[in-house]
Nanobody, 126 residues
Framework: QVQLVESGGGSVQAGGSLRLSCAGS????????MGWFRQAPGKEREFVAA????????NYADSVKGRVTISRDNAKNTVSLQMNSLKPEDTAVYFC???????????????????WGQGTQVTVSS
């Protein structure tokens, strides 16, 4: 079992930056693939980024590539999402997620993730 708690959301102007953090608990955290997803009102949940258990493999949505960096610190059981050059279309609730299987791939399919945090709101104004 993995429990996840996100933090770091907020309101920024377009062009600004935010750093989201996800604190995880559970004895397998360091071996779980982790992902970030987002969901805007009236839209489906959308993949943002994923990182492998050891941080050596990452995967990004085209919409955020070059502006977003995912990283993890297994010693602290945390995963972070650094977001730069934010746009109004980045406005959404951001969710941290973990795959239950060990050493899994950095899939962009939300159905492959088994544990979810409660989400943190990111609002970007123009």
């Amino acid at each position: 079992q993995v429990q996840l708690v996100e933090s770091g959301g907020g309101s920024v102007q377009a062009g600004g930056s935010l750093r989201l953090s996800c604190a995880g608990s559970g004895r397998t955290f360091s071996r779980n693939t982790m992902g970030w997803f987002r969901q805007a009102p009236g839209k489906e949940r959308e993949f943002v980024a994923a990182i492998s258990w050891n941080g050596e493999s990452t995967n990004y949505a085209d919409s955020v590539k070059g502006r977003v960096t995912i990283s993890r610190d297994n010693a602290k059981n945390t995963v972070s999402l650094q977001m730069n050059s934010l746009k109004p279309e980045d406005t959404a609730v951001y969710f941290c997620a973990a795959r239950a299987g060990l050493y899994g791939s950095t899939t962009n399919n939300h159905r492959d993730y088994d544990y979810w945090g409660q989400g943190t709101q990111v609002t970007v104004s123009s």
